[in-house]
């Protein structure tokens, strides 16, 4: 596998990459992962990888080769061009030192880990097996960033690349098949493979964790949690706070723009930030709240699916998703059963919607329990891991023996 995130990052496509490599070891496969050095979602480099250049671990049974790459605190054009080339130049210069492959899976994104597998598969004339979870070149477009025009037009070319000369092309919603296929990629190759809920069920009573979070009995509590990026607007959780001091909206997580958000925070006391949770807490304190959400900016039309929107499924708890009504996150939503839509970057429609969620508890109980039914009938790691298997055994021709 060639995945830019892995363990222990627990945020993003980490846990996908993770999770597969160790399906794969557990079912006694050898497995090897080309990977980066752990950043995300902090976009700060884990301190204790400062220094590392090159580093081979065994992880779970999993051998995990990291190579160094630089990381931008700040997106720019520029900065993550330079963020995308080292990775390719590095795993280019470095790849892993191991034996012939049987098939070569590479996650997009990064755009350099597409790249790589598709170039390291063809090294080893192997299969060669791209999954979109996201496509850069329509995001660089919509970030706002300086250059994203540019940054776009290179990353679409990168994509088609790698896209291109992939076996079967799997891809994680049916958004993405049409962008897909105007790359280049004939649409008979083309596999929809949902990710799964990568998080348990809470474990713990959602009053005791609301009493040690300091959640008062009877305060509405909005959360939102994951990356805090520019693509992911969270200003409107900032006025949402500002304009309803009733409401307790907590932001949970790091990313690019924590700091600005600090500052547009500075003096709503309504307003908290919670550092990333560690695997064992993160369902307990989603559950604890009353409402999750997702959010985008208005300009972001984003075909993919948060991965954290797998993991609001699993806590039981109501979602409002402030995002464009064509995407697919809110395709995901309304298939669930478990949320509402609201406009992006709209506070005042996004306080109505939890305030009639938070006037009616057990509608908005309710409309949590759809989320985990939704995770058992769609969602579970099983289901996910066997269409993986499913896709890389078609590619090959026939499973592994």
């Known amino acids: ?17 993770t999770q597969i490599a160790e399906h794969w070891a557990g079912s006694g496969h050898e497995t090897h992962v080309l990977t980066g050095m752990p950043h995300y979602p902090s976009w700060s480099l884990d301190p204790a990888y400062a220094g590392v250049w090159r580093r081979t671990e065994h992880l779970r049974g999993v051998v995990v080769h990291r190579r160094r790459h630089t990381v931008p605190p700040r997106q720019t054009a520029v900065r993550r061009a330079l963020f995308e080339g080292t990775i390719l130049l590095h795993g280019i210069a470095a790849p892993p030192r191991m034996g012939r492959p049987d098939a070569v899976l590479a996650q997009l994104p990064s755009l350099a880990g597409g790249v790589l ?3 390291l598969a063809a090294r080893w004339r192997v299969p060669y097996i791209p999954v979109v979870q996201d496509l850069m070149g329509a995001a660089a477009a919509q970030s ?3 250059g994203g025009d540019r940054a776009a037009a290179v990353a679409q070319r990168a994509e088609s690349y790698a896209l291109r000369r992939g076996r079967l092309v799997g891809v994680i919603h049916e958004t993405f098949v049409e962008p897909v296929r105007a790359m280049g990629v004939d649409p008979g190759r083309i596999r929809v493979v949902p990710n799964w809920s990568h998080v348990p069920g809470p474990s713990r009573a959602r ?3 609301r009493k040690r979070l300091g959640w008062a009995e009877g305060e509405t509590v909005l959360l939102h949690s994951g990356n805090m990026g520019l693509k992911q607007g969270l200003d409107v959780l900032v006025d949402a706070a500002r304009r309803d ?3 307790r909206v907590v932001l949970m997580g790091d990313g690019n723009q924590r700091e600005a958000l600090g500052r547009a925070a500075d003096g709503i006391p309504n307003l908290d930030f919670l550092p990333p949770a560690g695997d064992d807490e993160f369902p307990d304190i989603l559950a604890a709240a009353d409402v999750l959400a997702v959010t985008q900016r208005a300009s972001v039309l984003d075909m993919s699916v948060p991965s954290k929107l797998t993991s ?3 806590s039981g708890r109501p979602v409002v998703a402030s995002v464009a009504a064509e995407g697919g996150t809110a395709l995901e939503v309304l298939r669930s059963g478990a949320g509402v839509l609201v406009p992006p970057e709209d506070p005042d429609d996004l306080l109505k919607a939890v305030r009639r969620l938070a ?12 989320g985990p039914r939704h995770v058992t009938a769609h969602l579970s790691r ?3 891991l066997a269409r993986i298997d499913a896709l890389i055994d078609e590619a090959m021709g026939g499973p592994l023996t």
């Open 1 to 17: 596998m060639v995945s830019t995130n892995y363990a222990p990052e627990h945020a993003g496509i980490g846990p996908y990459a």
């Open 117 to 119: 597998g598709a170039r």
């Open 144 to 146: 706002g960033i300086r």
């Open 207 to 209: 009053a005791e964790t």
């Open 245 to 247: 001091p009733a409401v």
């Open 312 to 314: 609001y499924f699993a």
């Open 359 to 370: 006037e009616d508890p057990a509608g908005a109980d309710a409309l949590g329990a759809a």
């Open 382 to 384: 099983a289901d996910g």
